[in-house]
């Protein structure tokens, strides 16, 4: 079971980080690129529940950090998932579940994930961040994260469904 | 409730992640670097794959664009747009790519710059603020650490990590990244930084009292053996100066003459030209004949110490100055 869970979460991380960083992040979208990988942990949280939430969130961080062409801290991403997946398993009841709910939920994610990317960078005294962009990229990727919403959220759904059937969580 | 099980492993999680934040912030190289190499073998190779399946989109957002940013080129891709769209688009997506090849050969010739060219295959997003890209060549290339990076538009920015098969490239709009420049023309240096914007540079000058007026050019002031910096390449043109001559610091907007929102390929300087090319690598560049003449005096200086040139300074920049008036081609 536990396997299958790690195949599921494993597969959806890699395949979010490859479309994030070689097609999302190309297409010269303005501000910030569409946060995939968030949307992705916070629809495994959704499905699976808040420590697989977590655990995705850790892995999709440490993989986006160590993978090219980042140079940001390795570890920074990790906390900031880890936290992102653990808050919607756990604090979202499965009642609560609308469509509209889970767009608001992924939005705030997203938008939280680049404020506290930031936030985070600042305060370790890196001197990259330019806080005069930091509200129109944090609207903006919480913009991008609703959008991704409808069609990742319930992709991923279907899939725990289907490869992991015994999963009761939603 | 959490089980006790639960709590264990989110509390492992957490202290995990924030040993790497530690470990990683001690600097240097840090147990990360081959943590790095190896994901980016195992992701370099996955990226390359996903830059061909996705090119016709992200060739299709590049062309795009072109399309929106650039008002001023807007006559000559309408031209290019109606020869263009009778072709299919994967046609489309080559012969652009060609075309950026051919203009990167162009500077590579005309500088006498060695590169080996590379398509990027990976970009950093941007809620991270840096401004990185991964490029699909690498040590088995012959790329090194900080080799410069250009394109056919100019400077694009210097090689930060390498690895076997991919290397990751820092933009010169990263706000870390710095660049010694030269006024073309002139021999007024300064210092061109990044300032996280994808359309904006600052040049300062060094000398308060140097002359820099808006619609000059900058190019490179190169680096000493070529790194991370080769001499001569175009980096933009000035397009708004503040503070008044005498001024305790003048700095000068820049626009960058490549765009690097759209960048697809790029050749890595794996040898600088033995001479300093001078302002001979311009845009306007076609024309090489008025630009030549000044040059051909210059070249006879093997440093690229610019500080120590002799008089020939004013002939040269009388000559040299209609020449970045045009950087639209």
């Known amino acids: ?170 | 409730m959490l089980s006790r099980r639960t709590k264990i492993i989110l509390a492992t999680l957490v202290v995990a992640s924030l040993t790497f934040v530690i470990l990683d912030l001690r600097g240097g190289d840090g147990p990360f670097s081959s943590a790095r190499a190896a994901v980016s073998s195992v992701l370099g190779g996955v990226q390359r794959g996903a830059a061909t399946v996705f090119s016709p989109v992200t060739g299709f957002s590049e062309w795009w664009g072109t399309q929106v940013d650039q008002s001023g080129q807007i006559r000559t891709l309408t031209d290019d747009n109606a020869l263009l769209s009778t072709q299919l688009v994967e046609a489309e997506n080559d012969i652009a790519r060609a075309n950026e090849l051919d203009a990167l050969l162009r500077v590579a010739s005309v500088g006498r710059y060695r590169v080996v060219p590379a398509e990027v295959i990976a970009v950093g997003p941007a809620q991270d603020f840096s401004w990185t890209v991964t490029i699909d060549a690498g040590t088995l290339d012959g790329v090194e650490e900080d080799m410069t990076v250009i394109n056919g538009d100019g400077l694009v920015g210097r090689v930060l990590k390498v690895y076997n098969s991919t290397a990751t490239v820092v933009l010169l709009v990263d706000p870390e990244s710095s660049v010694g420049g030269r006024v073309a023309g002139s021999q007024e240096i300064g210092i061109v930084s990044g300032t996280g914007r994808q359309n904006s540079l600052q040049f300062q000058l060094l000398d308060p009292l140097g002359e820099v007026n808006a619609g000059d050019a900058i190019v490179t002031f190169g680096s000493k053996g070529g790194r991370p910096f080769a001499p001569g390449l175009p980096i933009g043109e000035v397009v708004d100066v503040s503070g008044t001559a005498g001024a305790l610091a003048r700095v000068a907007t820049v626009s960058p003459y490549a765009d690097v929102s759209q960048l697809s390929v790029v050749g890595v300087v794996v040898r600088p030209p033995r001479e300093d090319p001078r302002d001979s690598v311009l845009p306007s560049a076609p024309a090489v004949a008025p630009t030549r003449a000044p040059v051909a005096p210059q070249t006879t200086d093997p440093t690229p110490d610019a500080t120590s040139k002799p008089e020939v300074v004013q002939e040269d920049e009388k000559a040299a100055t209609p020449a970045p008036a045009e950087p639209g081609n």
């Open chain 1, 1 to 170: 079971m536990i396997y299958r869970q790690g195949i599921v979460i494993g597969t959806c991380i890699f395949i979010a980080v490859v479309v994030e960083l070689s097609l999302l992040s190309r297409l010269g979208i303005p501000g910030a690129t569409p946060d995939l990988v968030v949307v992705t942990v916070v629809a495994i949280a959704l499905a699976m529940g808040p420590l697989q939430g977590a655990s995705a969130g850790f892995a999709a961080g440490v993989l986006i950090d160590l993978s090219p062409p980042s140079d940001t801290l390795v570890g920074v991403n990790a906390i900031i998932y880890l936290v992102i997946g653990f808050i919607a398993g756990y604090w979202v009841d499965p009642r609560d579940r609308t469509l509209i709910i889970i767009m608001g939920i992924t939005s705030l994610s997203t938008g939280g994930a680049a404020f506290a990317t930031a936030a985070v960078d600042t305060l370790l005294g890196g001197s990259r961040v330019n806080w005069a962009e930091v509200p129109w990229i944090t609207l903006s990727a919480a913009l991008y994260g609703l959008l991704l919403t409808p069609i990742v959220v319930p992709f991923v759904g279907w899939l725990v469904k289907k490869v992991t059937p015994e999963m009761s969580f939603s």
